[in-house]
């Protein structure tokens, strides 16, 4: 129960510091609402929480969070879509002015392209991750074919952009993104993190590279 002790802990010292301090803006983030201006898109991966790495407040950020980060294409299926629910209802409702699509190093779904047969079957029990990773295939081919004689460690750094790269495609193929884009009103950005060498990298659409924050 150890790890479980830690979180109640962890709430009981925000409850007594930071809330008793800060009590107002809470207060006024309930009464007034959430105003996020930016909505993101992150790894569930515990190593980058956006709002620990990105100093972020509360009521800054509305996050998405799910396996390597990824947006599916827009699709009308009937089916339970949670991260388009998110994403429409951050666009929508919120109005956000900026979605950003933040990658990282060392992802753990991008590395189980890596593990598994390039075809996605599974034959380890599980059902679900392997049919998502196959939204960023296209990348993981693309990698093989292209780096024949890199690492697989290598091949995933790559794919990990290229998946981001992906993620924001597919957020064109929502109509309601697709607009606010095209008169303005929202703005897409492609990030990516390393948190071994602590460094950020930001997709510039023209070039079509990674460039690093100073
Ligand atoms: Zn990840």
Known sequence: MKSIDK???????????????????YETLV????????????????RVDPAKLLQADPGDLFIVRNVANLVPP????????????????????????HLIVLGHAHCGGIMSMFAKPADGVETDGT???APWMSLVKSAFLRVQGTMPDATDEEK??????????????????????????????LRLHGW???????????FDPVQQKFDPVE
């Open 7 to 25: 979180l109640t802990e962890g709430f009981k010292n925000f409850r007594d510091g930071r809330f008793e301090k800060e009590r107002a803006t």
């Open 127 to 129: 059902h679900f991750v």
């Open 156 to 185: 995933a750094r790559v794919c990990e952009k290229s998946a981001v790269m992906v993620s924001l495609e597919n957020l064109m193929t929502f109509p309601d993104i697709q607009e606010r884009v095209a008169d303005g009103r």
């Open 74 to 97: 827009y699709e009308r299926d009937g089916k339970f879509h949670g991260t388009s629910a998110a994403l429409e209802f951050s666009v929508q409702h919120l109005e956000v002015k």
């Open 31 to 46: 009464d007034e609402g959430q105003r996020p201006e930016v909505a993101l898109i992150a790894c569930a991966d515990s």
């Open 192 to 202: 990516y993190i390393d948190i071994r060498s602590c460094t950020l990298q930001i």
